[in-house]
């Protein structure tokens, strides 16, 4: 199946640091999520994205649907150690009903 | 609100061994996934089933792979026999209202195959 291009593959920032990461795919999707898995737990939902150019926030984090369809962008500001875990991406196509996932971003946040 | 509920958390076998993973959906949600997280592959969903019944299985690997959903309330994913390349944490997740919804993940079964 597809998988999403996720980058970077990791970042190592300190605290305070905003955060920006991408994912990308090479068909157009209808619907972006953005989740977050902390270690030994299961992801988590961020923000749900459903039309292009759409930007949604959550708090310090902010995601927008790439108004080519084939991208999405997730920033987080001023980050806080508890902020670390491995932030995944998800679309769904057009004509498909399965969701693809990212290959992950890891991000660790130096104190 | 209780959060999905899979068991076992954790699960060490021998090749060739049947593994049987359990699910507890959210009270509610009509729709329940079986996803597959490794290291190589990411996260893959595996099937999916909307009020019991299966609607895509594509996902799934190969015919040890099978799933069933008998209630609302309960879906198992069963490996047999069982293999190292098996390996991988598995996760069930459910939603309400369709695909576009929010999926709420389980914690997740840890496998390894030895």
């Known amino acids: 199946g597809q998988q999403l291009n996720q980058s970077p593959q990791s970042m190592f920032i300190q605290e305070g640091e905003d955060v920006s990461m991408n994912c990308t795919s090479s068909?157009?999707?209808?619907?972006w999520l953005w989740y977050k898995q902390d270690p030994g737990e299961g992801p988590v939902l961020l923000i749900a994205l459903y039309k292009a150019g759409e930007l949604t926030s959550n708090g310090r984090l902010t995601a927008q649907f790439g108004i080519t369809r084939k991208d999405s962008f997730l920033n987080i500001s001023a980050s806080i150690p508890s902020d670390v875990g491995i932030y995944f991406c998800?679309?769904?196509?057009?004509?498909?009903?399965?969701?693809?996932f990212g290959t992950g971003t890891s991000l660790t946040v130096i104190p | 609100d209780a959060g999905v509920i899979q068991s076992p958390r954790h699960e060490v076998t021998e090749m060739g061994q049947e593994v049987t993973l359990r699910c507890k959906p959210i009270?509610?949600?009509?729709?329940l996934f079986w996803y597959r997280q490794t290291m190589m592959r990411g996260l893959e969903l595996l099937i999916y089933f909307n009020n019991n019944v299966p609607i895509d299985d594509s996902g799934m690997p190969e015919d040890r792979f099978s799933a069933k959903m008998p209630n609302a309330s309960f879906s198992t994913l069963k490996i047999q026999p069982s293999e190292p390349r098996d390996s991988a944490v598995y996760f069930c997740a459910s939603s309400s209202g369709g695909l576009r919804e929010t999926q709420y993940f389980g914690p997740g079964t840890r496998l390894l195959v030895l």
């Open positions: 068909s157009i999707f209808n619907t």
């Open positions: 998800a679309g769904q196509e057009n004509t498909g009903n399965q969701f693809y």
């Open positions: 009270s509610g949600h009509d729709y």
